[in-house]
Structure formats: structure tokens, C-alpha cells
């Protein structure tokens, strides 16, 4: 079955700290992870995706398939990066097991 | 359009009445999802039109919940003889295809069922 498993509701650290929110999948292949973010009185919106190898706002996600994990890095912490985030996951792209599930969310505390 | 729309933004009802729940989804965006958020929780996955079909319903809980998508764009969401568990924020979310994987969601319609 397909899961994704976010184990810290909340995680608070000091800026200029370095950042790791934690994401655990269960998927029998090869899925697509990606994370979610929603601010503070904004709509969820898409942060980053595996595929894209890209660092947005600062932010990198590294797929590890051998430990099933798709952990959320960021070396230095601000403020504006205070918000929810949401790990999810979904079945490889143009295949039948498409819907897009999500983990419980860890909100992201920083403190001044 | 500026975004996913979703009306009503709150709707408050008795136990055992029947809701709409509405999704206007980006103008192009062949995909469209729905899931249910309650407090504390993650978005929980309903289901998932791919066009005008259902392409995945495995999440909608039992028989009181139906959704539709009879032209490819609006969507309604549909419960019957609410319970008070079906209290919840009931989030839209369209895409310009499934392939993409981004999604862009709307505001949600907050249920309370007294």
C-alpha cells in the first residue's frame, strides 16, 4: 500500500540553522515524490519534485530509494520559511496509479 | 481565471442533510482532485478525475460521498445524510495534466455538520 509517513508534527529551529524535515514512503516501485508547502494564510502549492533536481528557495530533497526516504534539507534557515510542509507522493508519471496521496504535515518553526 | 475557485468557502449544516461542495478549476487543467483535510492532519486523498471520468474513487469513504465532472471542468462533490465526522476542510486541487505532478489548489470549503 502507499504511504507516506512525516514523523515530527513540529519542528522548531533558530535561523541561520540548518534544516531537515523527514519523509518516509511505502510504495512497492518506482514512485514520484514531491513536497508541498503552505504558508500562512496561503493555499498549499507545490515547493519542489524529485525529478526536477532542483533547489528552490534554498530548499533540496535527495530521493533514497534504499532507505525509502525523501528527506527536505536546507543549510541555513530564515523566517519566511516558517510554515507547514507536506511531503506526498503519487505512481510514476503517465501510469494508471496516478492519484497523489499526502503525509501528515510538519510545521516548520523559526525562531529569531 | 486567477485560481482554483471553491464554493462554498464555509458551509454549516445539521446531521443527516444532503451538501454540494463546488470546484472551478484552472481554465485547461484536464485533472482535478479532491481530498479532505481535518485538523491536524495532511490532505486525504478522495478522488481523482482525469477529463470528464473518475480515474481513481478508492478514496471516497462510503456511499454517501459521489462527485462529478460531467464536462470536463467544474466539479462537484457531493455527501448525503451528513454525519458530524464528515466535518472537515474539503480541498480542490486541478492540473494541467496528471503527468505533471503540480498541483494547484484552491481555498476549501470548510463543512461543519452539527
Known amino acids: 500500500a502507499q504511504r507516506v509517513t512525516q514523523p515530527e508534527k513540529l519542528l522548531s529551529v533558530f535561523k541561520g540553522a540548518p534544516v531537515e524535515l523527514k519523509c518516509n514512503y511505502s510504495?512497492?516501485?518506482?514512485?514520484?515524490l514531491f513536497w508541498y508547502v503552505q504558508y500562512s494564510r496561503q493555499r498549499l502549492q507545490l515547493l519542489l519534485r524529485?525529478?526536477s533536481r532542483e533547489s528552490i528557495k534554498g530548499f533540496t530533497a535527495d530521493l533514497n530509494k534504499g532507505e525509502t526516504s525523501f528527506h527536505l534539507k536546507k543549510p541555513f534557515a530564515q523566517e519566511e520559511d516558517s510554515a507547514m510542509y507536506y511531503c506526498?507522493?503519487?505512481?510514476?508519471?503517465?501510469?494508471?496509479?496516478?492519484?497523489?496521496?499526502f503525509g501528515s504535515g510538519t510545521r516548520l518553526s523559526i525562531r529569531p | 481565471g486567477a485560481g482554483v475557485s471553491q464554493t462554498p468557502s464555509n458551509k454549516v449544516t445539521e446531521k443527516g442533510k444532503y451538501v454540494e461542495l463546488r470546484c472551478d478549476p484552472i481554465?485547461?487543467?484536464?485533472?482535478l482532485y479532491w481530498y479532505r483535510q481535518s485538523l491536524g492532519q495532511g490532505p486525504e486523498f478522495l478522488i481523482y478525475?482525469?477529463?470528464?471520468?473518475?480515474?481513481?474513487d478508492s478514496g471516497l469513504p462510503n456511499d454517501r460521498f459521489f462527485a462529478v465532472r460531467p464536462e470536463g471542468s467544474v466539479s462537484t462533490l457531493k455527501i448525503q445524510r451528513t454525519e458530524r465526522g464528515d466535518s472537515a476542510v474539503y480541498l480542490c486541487?486541478?492540473?494541467?495534466?496528471?503527468?505533471?505532478?503540480?498541483?494547484?489548489f484552491g481555498e476549501g470549503s470548510r463543512l461543519t455538520v452539527l
Open positions: 478525475f482525469q477529463g470528464t471520468g473518475a480515474a481513481d
Open positions: 506526498a507522493l503519487s505512481g510514476p508519471r503517465y501510469s494508471s496509479a496516478s492519484k497523489i496521496i
Open positions: 481554465s485547461g487543467h484536464t485533472a
Open positions: 510504495y512497492s516501485g518506482s514512485p514520484e
Open positions: 486541487a486541478s492540473s494541467l495534466d496528471r503527468a505533471t505532478g503540480e498541483l494547484f
Open positions: 524529485h525529478i
